[in-house]
T-cell receptor, first 111, second 113 residues
Framework: SQQGEEDPQALSIQEGENATMNCSYK?????LQWYRQNSGRGLVHLIL?????REKHSGRLRVTLDTSKKSSSLLITASRAADTASYFC???????????FGKGTRLSVIA | DAGVTQSPTHLIKTRGQQVTLRCSPK?????VSWYQQALGQGPQFIFQ???????QRGNFPDRFSGHQFPNYSSELNVNALLLGDSALYLC????????????FGDGTRLSIL
């Protein structure tokens, strides 16, 4: 079963625009992670945000977490064609529980 | 610094056959997790190995089994293959147990005819 659900399922934007993807989850979490997957490749870890954090930044990435709404968002600023990929949120409930992934958002950045 | 490597990259099998997929973790990592990713879906957790023991298991039948070797590398075995086993199988490694970020390999694409 999948814990997180990303929204939208697909997103198409022009290069230079910002891209926002949302993730909702169902149960309490220890942390939430975002991953990127280029077509035919493995997943690449982007950023981890803990349940007691509200916002984190990494380069052009900004992640927010609202535990009261059980939701997170990933913002990619000044998008590039190379950002074209699928983006997944994954949650960890507690301790050594495994990552539970959503179905992902497919982002297309058009040059 | 070698990342996670998986072999083979592609594999074609027929129903009822058995398959073994292999994974070498990122240098310095000792924990290996396996995921199944169907087309258009997110990865689904199969199981995790640490200190040569299965530590966590997802909702997969006993046809799926694994092993971890003293050098931390791992194998995923699937018996009695079904058409529904066609997927990308991803291996991920991390250091120790807990909620660390996972480092993924590029996967093995398994097709069942």
């Amino acid at each position: 079963s999948q814990q997180g659900e990303e929204d939208p399922q697909a997103l198409s934007i022009q290069e230079g625009e910002n891209a926002t993807m949302n993730c909702s989850y169902k149960t309490s979490i220890n942390n939430l992670q975002w991953y990127r997957q280029n077509s035919g490749r493995g997943l690449v870890h982007l950023i981890l945000i803990r349940s007691n954090e509200r916002e984190k930044h990494s380069g052009r990435l900004r992640v927010t977490l609202d535990t009261s709404k059980k939701s997170s968002s990933l913002l990619i600023t000044a998008s590039r064609a190379a950002d074209t990929a699928s983006y997944f949120c994954a949650t960890i409930n507690s301790g050594n529980t495994p990552l539970v992934f959503g179905k992902g958002t497919r982002l297309s950045v058009i040059a | 610094d070698a990342g996670v490597t998986q072999s083979p990259t592609h594999l074609i099998k027929t129903r009822g056959q058995q398959v073994t997929l292999r994974c070498s973790p990122k240098s310095g990592h000792d924990t290996v997790s396996w995921y199944q990713q169907a087309l258009g879906q997110g990865p689904q957790f199969i199981f995790q190995y640490y200190e040569e023991e299965e530590r966590q298991r997802g909702n997969f039948p006993d046809r799926f089994s694994g092993h971890q070797f003293p050098n931390y590398s791992s194998e995923l075995n699937v018996n009695a293959l079904l058409l529904g086993d066609s997927a990308l199988y991803l291996c991920a490694s991390s250091l120790g147990l807990g909620n660390q970020p996972q480092h993924f390999g590029d996967g093995t694409r398994l097709s069942i005819l």
